[in-house]
């Protein structure tokens, strides 16, 4: 039931680097959500971008959506050791998301 | 009330026991989530409750019984469980018909044994 593949599948960088992560999907999708989860616990919504959107930011996140290519970027600027979980980008219809297979970020202090 | 408040943290069972998992929500979502996430997978989507009804089941077995009670709650009962079932069992809700992020609670570790 997985819907997209992303890249890398685990990055390691130095605190204060950004960090950009990609996510293609195959189906037509409504909106694409990206999600972090830590230690293997629940995940925290972090930003959804509408299929009508291009770009959106929110605080040190900023997220790109191309409809036509089926692929959608997150990038961590300013990244800090807190960063350090797995992210995952979900996309599907309204009421049925699926995840892709994540990528695992490590922030080294 | 911004939670998803999962019981159990924790659970190991036999093959042969009966148990459930709970989830609470008290934000209004009329739409509630289980999904099933094995170790350093994604997690994947087993059924969908929209207005405390069941609208997707993703072919899961049926030793996974789903029930929505009411608008706050939703149980997953388990019974007659595989080792290959253990897992972290995820809840999750939003708001139906709406294009919004989930609220997910922490989890519930399943081990069995």
């Known amino acids: 039931s997985q819907q997209g593949e992303e890249d890398p599948q685990a990055l390691s960088i130095q605190e204060g680097e950004n960090a950009t992560m990609n996510c293609s999907y195959k189906t037509s999708i409504n909106n694409l959500q990206w999600y972090r989860q830590n230690s293997g616990r629940g995940l925290v919504h972090l930003i959804l971008i509408r299929s009508n959107e291009r770009e959106k930011h929110s605080g040190r996140l900023r997220v790109t959506l191309d409809t036509s290519k089926k692929s959608s970027s997150l990038l961590i600027t300013a990244s800090r050791a807190a960063d350090t979980a797995s992210y995952f980008c979900?996309?599907?219809?309204?009421?049925?998301?699926?995840f892709g297979a994540g990528t695992r970020l490590t922030v080294k202090p | 009330d911004t939670e998803v408040t999962q019981t159990p943290k924790h659970l190991v069972m036999g093959m042969t026991n009966k148990k459930s998992l709970k989830c609470e929500q008290h934000m209004g979502h009329r739409a509630m989530y289980w999904y099933k996430q094995k170790a350093k997978k994604p997690p994947e989507l087993m059924f969908v409750?929209?207005?405390?009804?069941?609208?997707i089941n993703e072919s899961v077995p049926s030793r996974f019984s789903p029930e929505c009670p009411n608008s706050s709650l939703l149980n997953l009962h388990l019974h007659a469980l595989q080792p290959e079932d253990s897992a972290l069992y995820l809840c999750?809700?939003?708001?139906?018909?709406?294009?919004?992020?989930?609220?997910f609670g922490s989890g519930t570790r399943l081990t069995v044994v």
């Open positions: 409750y929209s207005y405390e009804k069941l609208s």
């Open positions: 979900a996309t599907g219809l309204i009421n049925d998301m699926r």
């Open positions: 999750a809700s939003s708001h139906p018909g709406r294009a919004n992020g989930y609220t």
